[in-house]
């Protein structure tokens, strides 16, 4: 028998779609806030979605320095907030009400993979800002990359890089993510109780409550954001360190031209920096910036490029000259140690927390926060004196590597898959006052796998 309802010539397309995409039926547990959780991420993601879009299409000049493109700046930092903190508690949702029993056990996996693309993709949206925290992070990132032997492929150094990853190649992932991720939901309804003596009841799905808390939500966003904006810290150049210390960069220079600066002698898992950095930063910018030929000494050539150093057009130089803007110049501001120094001064360079906090030295105590989500990788750091262990970014890289594989796979890991049923969260969620032990309707209740 064909149950699709007859769609006369006066149906309406988006009722007709939206009517199609609801859940109609929930156990009545699923209209608490709890069960809206999933709705509220989904808001926070539509809101960095359009902010997003607004700041690629209008460009970093105008999203830095603009009233209207700082506005747009924050409303995206404060959507990524909401998104993160929603996600946590929605996690702790799913998993307290073990919501990924089978048949559900994809859906997790399919979430669970959202989250762990959504924390490296914050680490690239930082890296596009175009302040010193982007310098900063970029920086530390490639090492990271590097000795998680990863750097051939993600190298945060290289800006289209990580414009073509925070802008196209994460969000579509996300997205198609998220639709496989609802297919099933919309599929199999919301979880019942997980014990069979927990009295439930259905009845139909509340989207007007729905639609308020989502308004809510985005009203929060715009007006945190009209009056607590996303941070900005001038980005550090190469002819402000001339300018406050000329003798550094012809030191640096010197280096660069002996092959003993740390790019130069780079050891990691690999060496991406491959190329020669006499001919990057002397010979090359010497011969044409004074369209003279090398025939002459390093301290002549250094000398000569001194004056260019100083009013910017040797880093204009070698930005244009570089087949992955910006390494050059960020290897050098890396190499005279002065990206280190500021971030130390600023209060986030690595050893101090610096992935969990904001570009002004910032955790929690400042709004909008610093990026606590990274709390973690902080903690393994400093619990393992990680960063004083020569192969502490490839530890780390493999700690975390296991962690977010085991917690995407989790409802497959016997024992650790029973975990929540020693906590009592799952039935306060889905507790439902009007009714008595005993009640319901138990045909969807799950056996849990055997151990
Ligand atoms: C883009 C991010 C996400 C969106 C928009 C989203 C959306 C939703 C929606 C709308 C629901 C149905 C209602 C509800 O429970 O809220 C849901 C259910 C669920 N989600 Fe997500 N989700 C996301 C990420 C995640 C993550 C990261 C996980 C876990 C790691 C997860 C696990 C689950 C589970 C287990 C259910 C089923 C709950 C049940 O039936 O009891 N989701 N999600």
Redesign the pocket.
């Known amino acids: 028998m064909n149950e699709e309802p007859e769609y006369g010539p006066k149906a309406n397309a988006f009722k007709t779609l939206v009517s199609k995409i609801y859940?109609h039926r929930l156990p009545s547990y699923?209209n608490k806030i709890f069960?809206?959780?999933?709705?509220l991420?989904?808001t926070s993601?539509v809101l960095l979605i359009i902010s997003g879009s607004v700041l690629a299409f209008m460009g970093q000049d105008w999203w830095l320095h603009d009233p209207v493109g700082i506005y747009a700046r924050s409303v995206h930092l404060w959507s990524v907030q909401a998104f993160i903190a929603i996600?946590i508690l929605?996690?702790l949702?799913?998993f307290f009400?073990s919501?990924?029993r089978p048949p559900?056990r994809m859906?997790?996996v399919f979430?669970?993979a959202?989250?762990a693309l959504v924390v490296f993709q914050t680490e690239f949206g930082y890296g596009l800002r175009g302040d010193f925290s982007s310098q900063f992070r970029a920086v530390s990132g490639a090492d990271f990359w590097n000795g998680a032997r990863l750097g051939y492929w993600i190298n945060p150094l290289s800006h289209l890089q990580e414009f073509a990853l925070h802008v196209a190649i994460i969000p579509l992932s996300?997205l198609g993510l998220?639709v496989l991720?609802?297919i099933l939901?919309h599929a199999?309804?919301?979880?019942k109780p997980l014990k069979k003596e927990t009295p439930y009841r259905m009845v139909d799905a509340n989207h007007r409550i729905m639609w308020t808390r989502g308004a809510f939500l985005a009203a929060a966003i715009l007006v945190l954001a009209f009056f607590f904006h996303s941070p900005y810290v001038p980005v550090s150049t190469i002819a402000d360190s001339a300018k406050a210390d000329a003798s550094l960069v012809s030191s640096t220079l010197t280096d660069e031209y002996a092959r003993t600066s740390d790019t130069a002698t780079y050891l990691d898992s690999i060496d991406p920096y491959a190329f020669d950095t006499r001919t990057v930063y002397v010979v090359a910018p010497y011969e044409a910036l004074s369209g003279a030929t090398e025939a002459t000494t390093s301290d002549a050539m250094i000398a000569a490029l001194m004056p260019a150093v100083e009013n910017g057009t040797y880093e204009a130089y070698l930005d244009r000259a570089d087949p992955a803007p910006y390494t050059y110049s960020l290897r050098f501001l890396s190499d005279m140690g002065v990206l280190e120094e500021r971030a130390g001064t600023l209060g986030f360079a690595t050893d101090q927390w610096g992935m969990a906090k904001d570009e002004n030295g910032h955790y929690l105590n400042a709004l909008p926060p610093g990026s606590w989500w990274m709390t973690p990788l902080g903690v393994l750091n400093s619990s393992f004196n990680l960063l004083n262990n020569d192969n502490g970014d490839e530890i780390a890289a493999y700690t975390f590597a296991i962690i977010l594989l085991l917690?995407i796979v989790f409802p497959y890991v016997p024992i650790l898959n029973r975990l929540p049923e020693l906590f009592p969260f799952g039935g306060w969620i889905q507790r439902d006052k009007s009714l008595s032990e005993g009640g319901g309707d138990a045909s969807d209740h799950v056996t849990p796998p055997p151990l």
Not at 35 to 39: D, E, I, P, R, V
């Open positions: 859940l699923g069960y809206g959780l999933g709705f991420a989904l993601l996600l929605h996690i949702v799913g009400t919501g990924y559900r859906v997790w979430g669970a959202i989250f996300i998220f991720h609802y939901i199999y309804g919301i979880s917690f």
